[in-house]
């Protein structure tokens, strides 16, 4: 159980255009998810802590509106990032959290994303 | 604020030796402490949770850690290590809080098992 998945697995795209990452988790309602991007030989950081049917929670220094985050429904979120550009390449990974008192996060496997 | 340290950025071992990866967190309140196992090119995999009770949480692979509140370390040990457990290990920290709360990561260890 509590399996996350992320599509696509990897992704090229040319400068300026725009890439939709998708996290689901399939057999668990996530009340929560989190977007995490990881650099080469980094550490993860947290992007934004999205809720299902509001708003997400940006982390200081994120662009909201370059990264776009949609969880419309209790197994989707969405990551867009928008006009990317070189500098955006990196790994994406989202989590979900599922209702509960004990906050256990379940890892998506990850987005490469290579803008060109 | 939380915070986690994890000392050693690089831990070189042989086969078959045991290992110990530390990890210091710092928080003012009581907390949940993980440990994550990324493969390269992967997500993360929880390896063990401490979030009360004994101190000395088993987990997958045969892997443990013991949580020590007065030295505020929660170190993962492994008494053999494979050359399959060669990967990235992450320490990271939650709060006490009902709903969920977001982790903080230490910068991870990188485990290399050679032969």
């Known amino acids: 159980g509590a399996v996350v998945s992320q599509h696509p697995s990897w992704v090229i795209c040319k400068s300026g255009t725009s890439v939709k990452i998708e996290c689901r988790s399939l057999d668990f309602q996530a009340t929560t998810m989190f977007w995490y991007r990881q650099f080469p030989k980094q550490s993860l950081m947290l992007m934004a802590t999205?809720?299902?049917?509001?708003?997400?929670?940006?982390e200081q220094g994120v662009e909201k509106d370059k990264f776009l985050i949609n969880h419309a429904s209790l197994t989707l979120s969405t990551l867009t990032v928008t006009s990317a550009h070189p500098e955006d390449s990196s790994f994406y990974i989202c989590?979900?959290?599922?209702?509960?008192?004990?906050?256990?996060?379940?890892f998506g496997p990850g987005t490469r994303l290579t803008v060109l | 604020a939380q915070s986690v340290t994890q000392l050693d950025s690089q831990v070189p071992v042989f086969e078959e030796a045991p290992v110990e990866l530390r990890c210091n967190y710092s928080s003012s309140v009581s907390v949940y402490l993980f440990w994550y196992v990324q493969y390269p090119n992967q997500g993360l995999q929880l390896l063990l949770k401490y979030l009360s009770g004994s101190t000395l949480v088993k987990g997958i692979n045969g892997f443990e850690a013991e949580f020590n509140k007065s030295q505020t370390s929660f170190h993962l040990r492994k008494p053999s290590v494979h050359i399959s457990d060669t990967a990235e290990y992450f320490c990271a920290v939650s709060k006490v809080q009902g709903g969920s709360e977001k982790l903080v990561f230490g910068k991870g260890t990188k485990l290399t098992v050679n032969p």
């Open positions: 999205s809720n299902e049917g509001s708003k997400a929670t940006y």
């Open positions: 989590s979900a959290s599922p209702p509960g008192p004990y906050n256990e996060q379940f």
